[in-house]
């Protein structure tokens, strides 16, 4: 069965770096777009970065140019690179398997979920 598996959170001051990881297992990983989102409590979810197969990426506003999506689909491992970490990035972060080849950052667009890692950004 597919499965995904999330590591690298941690509790990091503002202006910090983390990197995270989530391992995919049970179907063909090259295949499907990957992605991570972030939920804080009371907030929504939110899509903050995702890549093609062949490493198409794309991110949200509020992350561009601080966090990069990467992939290693021999390992079949998704990553996420994040930089000039804020207070506001604190959140519970999920990777998630888009239903295409290619899906928009909208939560119904993917069919299997993490169990997320949390990442804590201190001032």
């Known amino acids: 069965q597919v499965q995904l598996v999330e590591s690298g959170g941690g509790s990091v001051q503002a202006g910090g770096s983390l990197r995270l990881s989530c391992a995919a297992s049970?179907?063909?990983?090259?295949?499907?777009?990957m992605a991570w989102f972030r939920q804080s409590p009371g907030k929504e979810r939110e899509g903050v970065a995702g890549i093609t197969g062949d490493a198409v990426t794309m991110y949200a506003d509020s992350v561009k140019g601080r966090f990069t999506i990467s992939r290693d689909n021999a390992k079949n491992t998704l990553y996420l690179e994040m930089n000039s970490l804020k207070p506001e990035d604190t959140a519970m972060y999920y990777c998630?398997?888009?239903?295409?080849?290619?899906?928009?950052?909208?939560?119904?667009?993917?069919?299997?979920w993490g169990q997320g890692t949390q990442v804590t950004v201190s001032p």
């Open positions: 998630a398997r888009g239903r295409a080849w290619w899906v928009p950052l909208e939560s119904r667009r993917y069919d299997y």
């Open positions: 049970g179907y063909i990983y090259g295949t499907y777009y």
